[in-house]
């Protein structure tokens, strides 16, 4: 069974910087695309961030370019995103999630989410 | 960039209804189109990719069409755990950079 688990989530300050990781399981990690993808409170889905199978591959969302690093480790089957310069807007859930690869164009498997407030 | 809008915004139908979802792109998406259902308090759910193909276990009341700039995402006939909110998705066909629609709730 596929499984992705979002941690490292909080309550950080304006300016603050926090990492999120997400662990994966039940797939052969290093053959697939991840994403983080969040969502404000009461919002829609906005995708943040994509690396590739092998990290050659990275993209993010102009809203958070500069200040987000993502980055994996195949051997541990874990996913991170390092989160600079915390802004009240990126107070959201945030989601790991994958690429289904080939010609499927969309996400397949979530994790259930952590929550980060940037709040003073 | 490309942008999704979906309509309605709200749609208010009983269990058994047919329910019909649009989303528009404002370009041709070359049927690179996504489905998503996501309940109060829980992750999105994969319903639909590639414009038609039903994800594993989704039940085949769910079926999705379209192409080039117009989609729909019809729910056959509304069970009740299918209130919830849908959003489409596109991705660029040359790197993974995802777009969303903003959503549309479907409500009793």
């Known amino acids: 069974e596929v499984q992705l688990v979002e941690s490292g989530g909080g309550l950080v300050k304006p300016g603050g910087s926090l990492r999120l990781s997400c662990a994966a399981s039940?797939?052969?990690?290093?053959?697939?695309?991840l994403n983080w993808v969040r969502q404000a409170p009461g919002k829609g889905l906005e995708w943040v961030s994509s690396?590739?199978?092998?990290?050659?591959?990275?993209y993010y969302a102009e809203s958070v370019e500069g200040r987000f690093t993502i980055s994996r480790d195949n051997a541990q089957n874990s996913l991170s995103l390092h989160m600079n310069s915390l802004r009240a807007e990126d107070t959201a859930v945030y989601y790991c999630?994958?690429?289904?690869?080939?010609?499927?164009?969309?996400?397949?498997?979530w994790g259930q989410g952590t929550r980060v407030t940037v709040s003073s | 960039e490309i942008v999704l809008t979906q309509s309605p915004a709200t749609l208010s139908l009983s269990p058994g209804e047919r329910a019909t979802l649009s989303c528009r792109a404002s370009?041709?998406?070359?049927?690179?189109l996504a489905w998503y259902q996501q309940k109060p308090g829980q992750a999105p759910r994969l319903l639909i990719s590639?414009?038609?193909r039903r994800a594993p276990g989704i039940p085949a009341r769910f079926s999705g069409s379209g192409s080039g700039t117009d989609f729909t995402l019809t729910i056959s006939s509304l069970e009740p755990e299918d209130f919830a909110v849908y959003y489409c998705?596109?991705?660029?066909?040359?790197?993974?950079?995802?777009?969303f629609g903003p959503g549309t709730k479907v409500d009793l």
């Open positions: 999630a994958r690429d289904c690869g080939g010609d499927c164009y969309s996400l397949d498997y």
């Open positions: 039940g797939f052969t990690f290093s053959s697939y695309t």
């Open positions: 690396i590739s199978s092998s990290s050659d591959y990275i």
């Open positions: 370009r041709s998406l070359y049927n690179y």
């Open positions: 590639d414009t038609s």
């Open positions: 998705q596109q991705r660029s066909d040359w790197r993974p950079i995802f777009t």
